[in-house]
């Protein structure tokens, strides 16, 4: 597990340890990207950092770039701390967080004390202004803008870097894109957001999630013959102008066909559009997605594990999603419960990671992509889990 890909190997790492999901990927020559946070349920360090120097990477020097697909908690815990330590990244962020009203959200419960700071996601995003504030004081103000993420956008394009082979010679390129959020999804996410600011002498608790994931950042990996799809949590609804709809509509979107699939949204029928698998994604394809549970929720279901595995017998999942149990106490026990730790939660200890790895070099003259891949800490073919 320890050993780190070589400067000619792609790897994408994808963490879900139940509630939380990360992505990870080594673009060649020892350049990372590093695609949402999640926590260790047992050191609550973040997962992706907590790897990276488990295979001898320099978070500070060989991560490029830090993409927050979207705000939502299972999505960004540990974030804060993951850009401290990568100075050298730039920071993403969907276009529908840039507006004067999501900085104002994000201050107004960034700062509040009633909010549960471990699990808020505008409270990330808070220390993750501050740290970019504090980053631009130390700098005499020469720092790095976040780059907001929209349609068919290129985040980053690594230089041209061409390698010998035995009959022939191999590109190292890699373009990343960002499919989404289309103008339309950012517009409406922007007015949601600024019906949740709060006025200024109201209380400030928890700030609710938007209802659906329509802004979400939907991300395009170009290695020249080889593609990589990560759906993020973008949705689907029916709307031609908004989530797969719109990506799939674009005349303007990269071409080919993802030989790997994070498959959105947990594997939530709220994330599938059929025309994805058929129009964007290869015949054969290996598929990944994380799990996800709260209170009574769990995804995948049973009927989304059937549809998926419909799509891609070669399917993995980051860990068993494991439903939590409503547990009854009596009225002296929740007291004392509420007194000391005001609640407590079951322990999921598997931080959940599939590793996929392809040489450049091998693709490049077989013309086909073969995925090696590793399963770490509970993760599984989807075909072993029964919800």
């Known amino acids: 597990m320890h050993n780190p890909p070589g400067p000619n190997e792609i790897e994408i790492s994808i963490f879900g340890p139940s509630y939380g999901e990360s992505v990870l990927v080594h673009v060649g020559n020892h350049n990372w990207l590093v695609v949402d946070s999640c926590s260790d349920p047992s050191s609550q360090e973040p997962i992706p950092l907590k790897y990276l120097k488990q295979i001898g990477v320099h978070p500070s020097r060989d991560v490029k770039q830090i993409i927050a697909t979207h705000w939502h908690d299972d999505h960004i815990s540990g974030l804060a701390a993951t850009i401290k330590e990568c100075e050298s990244a730039d920071f993403v962020c969907s276009e529908a967080l840039k507006s004067d009203e999501f900085l104002a959200l994000a201050a107004a419960f960034g700062r509040s004390p009633m909010v549960d700071q471990q699990q808020s996601g505008v409270h990330e995003f ?8 504090e980053r631009q004081e130390r700098t005499g103000g020469k720092w790095k803008a976040p780059i907001f993420a929209g349609a068919n956008k290129v985040l980053w394009r690594s230089g041209q870097s061409v390698g010998s082979l035995s009959g022939g010679r191999w590109d190292m390129s890699c373009t990343v894109y960002s499919l989404s959020p289309s103008d339309t999804a950012s517009g409406l996410a922007k007015l949601g957001i600024a019906s949740l600011v709060p006025s200024p002498r109201a209380t400030k608790g928890r700030v609710p999630d938007l209802d659906r994931n329509d802004f979400s950042v939907a991300l395009w990996i170009d290695f020249g013959e080889c593609f990589v799809l990560l759906g993020s949590d973008l949705e689907e609804n029916g709307d031609q102008r908004m989530g797969w709809s719109a990506i799939l509509a674009s005349k303007a979107r990269p071409a080919g066909k993802a030989s790997l699939f994070k ?7 709220t994330g599938h559009h059929p025309k994805v698998w058929s129009e964007m994604v290869a015949e054969e394809p290996t598929a990944v997605l994380t799990p996800f549970v709260l209170g009574r929720t769990a995804l995948p279901t049973k009927a989304d594990t059937a549809r998926i595995l419909s799509l891609a017998t070669e399917t993995y999942i980051t860990a068993v999603p494991r439903q939590r149990i409503k547990r009854h106490r009596d009225r002296t026990t929740e007291k004392l419960i509420q007194q000391t730790v005001s609640f407590i939660k079951d322990a999921f200890v598997s931080s959940g990671q599939v590793r996929l790895r392809t040489r450049i070099s091998d693709f490049a003259v077989a013309q086909e992509v073969k ?4 399963l770490f800490n509970g993760a ?5 889990v029964t919800p």
């Not at 995925?371 to 590793?374: A, K, R, S, Y």
């Open 380 to 384: 599984s073919k989807l075909t072993a």
């Open 371 to 374: 995925w090696t891949i590793d």
């Open 263 to 269: 498959v959105p949204h947990h594997g939530s029928v």
């Open 126 to 133: 808070y220390s993750i202004m501050k740290i970019l504030e």
